[in-house]
């Protein structure tokens, strides 16, 4: 739906949102398949497109609901994506993208729940949500430059653990948060 509430419309920022969620498993692919240049190539590709839909939206009004609810499913994807390239090959542990993906998960299945039995879906990120994108976005960049040679000296390895450590309680803290929100609408009444 349009922000006036029309029909969906497929616009550039929704096209650009949609490429990102196409180049995700694109970049999957290629990482784990030992083609790493290209792989960075479409995970650049698919963060520039992050940036340029919402400058998109905002600067040709192009802001849509169905861009709204894609955004974050794209960027969520993205990052499951790459969490599991880098645990896939070896460069994270395996439980940081298993945390990350069931609370995502868990998120999409409380929303859909919530729609279902008519609830308020609550839908604004918290801080520590968005810490957490911040940490887990350092945690693949800073482990991404170390797999391309960014780091002769093997200096980055500590901080990718660090990030992935920081990441990890941030993303445990909101998956906290979004079950508390979840049992809030839930014991409000159906609208």
Not at 40 to 54: E, K, Q, R, S, W
Request: aromatic fraction near 8%; charged fraction near 15%.
């Amino acid at each position: 739906m349009t922000a006036g509430g029309g029909p969906p419309r497929l616009n550039l920022a929704n096209a650009l949102t949609a490429l990102r969620i196409v180049l995700a498993p694109v970049f999957l692919v290629l990482y784990v398949g030992g083609g790493r240049l290209r792989a960075l190539a479409a995970f650049a590709a698919a963060a520039a497109t992050d940036v340029l839909d919402g400058l998109v939206a905002r600067v040709l009004n192009q802001q849509t609901r169905l861009g709204a609810f894609l955004d974050p499913i794209a960027d969520k994807f993205l990052a499951a994506c790459a969490l599991v390239a880098l645990a896939a090959t070896g460069r994270l542990p395996v439980w940081l993208p298993a945390l990350v993906v069931c609370r995502d998960l868990a998120q999409l299945a409380g929303a859909a729940l919530l729609r279902t039995t008519r609830h308020v879906v609550p839908v604004a990120p918290t801080r520590i949500g968005k810490y957490a994108t911040v940490a887990l976005a350092m945690t693949v960049v800073l482990a991404l430059a170390d797999d391309f040679g960014a780091d002769p000296g093997g200096e980055l390895g500590p901080f990718v653990i660090a990030f992935a450590l920081l990441a990890a309680e941030c993303v445990a803290i909101s998956f906290a948060q979004y079950a508390m929100f979840f049992v809030r609408a839930l014991r409000t009444p159906a609208g």
